[in-house]
């Protein structure tokens, strides 16, 4: 029979801790605070091992005896510290620790370190699920909560990643919405200025991608009335002239004008999907043949 590893009788004394019954000298909490420090150096011995899963689940003992004494903040940290072994191949796991210390942090007003944990949250749904919708959801979510804690630049970030999100997801007018809120707090700061006219841009071709090309020119007359320097950029130009193609119906045009800004500015993966979607917008408009 193979001998038993340092971990797994660390956890065996941590489970018999958190089962036994307690006496009359001791209190049901002692119990839980020891069986918890036990669980915490058996999940870090599963570390050691690399067994993530094993190390996952001991921190979320662990959380859950730091909640049966009551120790708030303590029980955030393991959840996440679980979080964290688990995000080594269990994203479900993961998103379902972090929920976790989402809860405990908020209930405790930190809602900073809420935010930075949402957006965790958002990053696994996006990078290992591939779900758009919640990832969407989250980055909001970690966006209004920085938004309260005065993080405006963090918050700003969530938010320009939940536009592109929406955008992807073909919600094009909440996509232009916030890319405006985001574009509006940067035009503020000289740090952030230079920023402004990716998001107006990516705004505007959500208003081409929904076909809607009179909003895309009263858009781009009004950005160029907040910031007089917009009109001759190349962004603003690039608009301008698929703006004339679509109008047109001129899908020759159209393809010229995206090489031609392309030889230049290399347009990125989101840009590029988002400009095949009006260019398919413009192979099925009636009328051309």
Known sequence: MP?????????EKADKRANASTGWLSSSSTKFEE???LYQQAANAFKLEKLFREAGDAFSKEAECREKCKETNDAANAWWNAAKAYKRGFPDLAIQALSQTVIHLTQAGRFRQAADREKEIAQIYLQDQNDLRRACESFERAGEWYAQEDATATANACFKDAADLHAELEEYQIAISRYDQVADHSLGSALTKYSVKDYWLKALLCALASQDYVSARRNLSRYGQLDVSFTSTREAKFITALTE???QGDEE????VVYEYDQVTKLDNWKTAILLKVKRGLQQAPGLT
Do not use: M
């Not at 001998?3 to 956890?11: E, F, Y």
């Not at 045009?253 to 010229?256: E, G, L, V, Y």
């Open 245 to 247: 193609a679509l109008e």
């Open 253 to 256: 045009a159209f393809t010229a």
């Open 35 to 37: 069986a918890g420090d």
């Open 3 to 11: 001998s038993k590893s340092p971990a797994q009788i660390l956890l």
